[in-house]
């Protein structure tokens, strides 16, 4: 088909055909646009209408009608929607400055409210209801004219607006904010305009206005010695000044502390991490003092006190002080050792204290000693000082020395006294007092602590009875002890207060004159007691048993019979049952030989309610 045809096919083109060739399609499109834009109506008419009912054509218009409708609608309401009138507040125009421009936490500034009718109307009735942040000291609210016309609301009345005329409102007071924080004024204006249909109409404009504190007139100055030095106790003070014109009220001070400094008094005591001062005047200041200890680090630390306005629950941070001290290393190093193996209780610790002086300067006065909180030592520190050893007198640079000190150590402890009841470390640290020469100031040098496992302690309770603590007798015959005639008593042995298993652990005791092992007894674990006639003695063996320092732990009881027929001799006498009692063992922990001796047993049985005054021998 030539060119000519192909242009003439598409002119001629109808609806629900499309010539074949681009350029029949194009004249087609040119020539017929409307014809173009229903050939997708007439493909979905022949699609789902044509055939499938009885009057196809009718159904097809009203569907297409009934869309059209719903099309219409949804344009109608966006079109209502985006030309809706902004509401007539919107062309109320309120800004808001302040003077000074920077705004000082605890002084007094103006807040100026600047207000515009742009709406074209008069408006009547006009008022500013004015909000305040949260503790705003208000000094003066003024209008136009100068007045506040009620100043328990905070409303000022405006009176008339008319179109394009301003006014302003002074806001004069004390913003008590946290420094870099914010502070939100509102206003609430409200008026009254006619309509088009001259109805009266009220109506009201919201605004917010936040202002943000720069500096504060709380000032804070820290004074600490010219010259620190590591572990050093040091004495400082904070002066807390009222820079403004305004009477503060109560303030609080959070101090930051360098890490390992130690807080030991102050002029006010801490509670919930801050001190709390009463309220000062303008102009003046106040002095809190505290003394506290340095942590055994040197280099630079920062002293950083968080100072706040107080209202009751409520804190606004003002300017934070930073204090970076240099601390000086101490000239003193000290080191120390224990020999392992007298770490047991009731026995005498043997610790090596080692110190060197590595500054430029000889110290004076030294002490040298050991410290620990275990409760195992009777009081937390031991050192000998000039007095036992000259050579503490003075120390040079470069000078170094060894002192040996011996601690006594408590025998057992209660459950109550530790957390920890099985393999115990006792923490200790050696440590050195001197004076420095430059300022005749005492400091103290730590050394490192060491932890070291103790020996385990060793309790043997050794005891008899006729009967047991609730009443049921255990005994049999006369009491008191009759010549000739038998009396059976019970001993008992406890092993407590042990934090180490022990391991090779025997038990055993002489039996006195006239006494015979029954055969009966009771034991908590392992065999029963032995008697061996050629000794005369009684005894257990376990070949291990576990700690019992711990609530939770098993009783280790050993429990036997003893039969006695007094003579003639021991009229007037309370015999003994047992003696030489003792108990022998290794820790499993430590390898240490551990041994403990019990308590003689005899008739005297004072804390038994049936026997007791009833151990003394009669014919």
């Known amino acids: 088909m030539g060119l000519i045809e192909e242009i003439k096919t598409g002119i001629a083109c109808s609806p629900g055909s499309t010539p074949d060739s681009v350029i029949g399609r194009t004249a087609c499109v040119a020539s017929h646009p409307g014809k173009m834009a229903i050939f997708p109506l007439v493909a979905w008419f022949e699609k789902r209408y044509r055939g499938k009912y009885k009057f196809a054509h009718a159904v097809f218009a009203m569907d297409l009608l009934l869309i059209g409708i719903a099309i219409g609608l949804a344009v109608a309401a966006a079109v209502l929607w985006l030309w809706k009138p902004a509401p007539l507040s919107d062309k109320i125009y309120v800004e808001a400055s302040v003077a000074p421009r920077e705004v000082v936490s605890g002084a007094s500034s103006t807040v100026v409210v600047r207000y515009t009718n742009g709406t074209g109307l008069p408006l009547s009735n006009v008022s500013m209801a004015l909000g305040f942040p949260d503790h705003f000291l208000l000094q003066e609210l003024a209008g136009e004219d100068g007045q506040l016309a009620h100043p328990d609301d905070r409303v000022i009345d405006i009176g008339t607006l ?146 706040s306005f107080t209202f009751g629950e409520d804190l606004y941070r003002q300017e934070t002080l930073t204090h970076t001290a240099q601390i000086a290393p101490l000239p003193v190093l000290v080191s120390h050792s224990v020999s392992a193996d007298t770490l047991r209780p009731g026995g005498t610790a043997t610790f090596t204290v080692e110190y060197k002086n590595i500054g430029e300067l000889t110290v004076r006065d030294a002490s040298v000693g050991v410290y620990s909180d275990s409760p195992f030592f009777q009081k937390r520190e031991y050192a000998v000082d000039a007095t036992a050893h000259p050579e503490l007198k003075e120390i040079e640079p470069g000078e170094s020395g060894t002192v040996t000190i011996n601690i006594p150590l408590r025998s057992a402890i209660q459950q109550s006294e530790t957390s920890v009841y099985e393999n115990i470390q006792v923490v200790t640290h050696g440590f050195a007092t001197f004076i420095m020469p430059e300022n005749d100031s005492a400091v103290t040098s730590r050394g490192k602590d060491i932890a070291t496992t103790l020996v385990t302690p060793l309790v ?160």
């Open 162 to 307: 008319e179109p394009g005329q301003s006014g302003t409102l002074k806001i004069r007071g004390v913003m008590f904010g946290d420094v870099g924080g914010t502070q939100t004024f509102s206003g609430i204006m409200t008026f009254t305009y006619q309509d088009d249909k001259q109805h009266s109409i009220t109506d009201k404009k919201i605004s917010f206005h936040t202002f943000s504190p720069v500096r504060s007139t709380l000032a804070l100055e820290l004074t600490l010695p010219d010259k620190l030095i590591a572990g050093q106790t040091i004495k400082g003070s904070i002066a807390y000044r009222n820079t403004g014109e305004i009477d503060f009220p109560q303030i609080s001070i959070e101090p930051e502390w360098p890490d390992g400094f130690t807080l030991l008094s102050s002029d006010v005591a801490l509670k919930k991490g801050a001190w709390t001062l009463p309220a000062i005047v303008a102009g003046e200041e106040g002095v809190l003092a505290f003394e506290g200890r340095l942590s055994d680090a040197d280099g630079d630390v920062p002293f950083i006190f968080h100072p």
């Open 460 to 619: 043997l309770d050794s005891f008899g009875r006729y009967a047991a603590p609730t009443g049921d007798q255990l005994g049999r015959g006369p009491l008191p002890p009759l010549v000739g005639e038998e009396t059976k008593y019970w001993v008992f042995w406890n092993v407590r207060g042990t934090t180490n298993p022990i391991t090779n652990v025997h038990i055993e005791g002489t039996l006195g004159s006239g006494v015979h092992f029954t055969g009966k007894q009771t034991v908590s674990q392992n065999g029963g007691v032995s008697f061996d006639a050629a000794t005369n003695t009684i005894s257990w063996f376990a070949a291990r048993i576990d700690p019992t320092l711990s609530p939770s732990a098993q009783i280790i009881g050993v429990a036997f019979e003893l039969g006695i027929t007094p003579s003639a001799s021991q009229v007037g006498t309370t015999p003994p049952l047992l003696n030489n009692v003792r108990i022998t063992g290794t820790d499993a922990t430590t390898g240490a030989f551990v041994s403990a001796s019990g308590s003689a047993v005899s008739t005297n049985l004072p804390l038994d309610a049936m026997a007791a005054g009833l151990g003394v021998v009669e014919e």
